[in-house]
């Protein structure tokens, strides 16, 4: 995890963030009440599914904001009380902009997966387009 040899989490290969959340969820985390949480949020969603989605598309970022934010100002040796400060000013801009904002975050959300979907892809049209030309153009145009 740590370490204070300068240098974000995510510049070390992302290993701090995953690495403490594996460790977690293996040697720290109850699984039973993990298993009850989850069939509570599917209940959830099919009693009131569209609201419920965005309070927990919301809540979701705003933990994962919260627990960067934490991460970070620990690894920068802050206090306890800057450390707070921190947490509450990222969680509290990441609530108020994705609830306000849904359908545009839902846009985001949707942007990001398909450009992940063309990057982790576009080897095989690249390998088509000898075959096929114009199959990468195409690929890379939609």
Request: charged share 10%.
């Amino acid at each position: 995890g740590g370490g204070g040899e300068g240098g974000g989490a995510i510049s070390k290969g992302g290993g701090g963030y995953g690495e403490r959340l594996s460790t977690w969820l293996s040697n720290d985390c109850p699984q039973p009440v993990a298993a009850l949480s989850a069939s509570l949020l599917g209940a959830l969603c099919t009693w009131d599914g569209s609201k419920f989605w965005q309070l927990l598309v919301t809540s979701s970022i705003c933990l994962l904001v919260g627990y960067v934010a934490a991460f970070e100002a620990h690894r920068q040796d802050r206090n306890w009380l800057e450390q707070g400060i921190i947490v509450c000013q990222s969680v509290g801009i990441a609530a108020f902009s994705t609830w306000r904002g849904f359908e545009g975050t839902q846009v985001l959300f949707g942007a990001l997966l398909g450009y992940l979907c063309f990057y982790g892809f576009g080897g095989a049209a690249r390998a088509l387009n000898g075959h096929f030309p114009g199959v990468a153009l195409l690929w890379y145009c939609t």
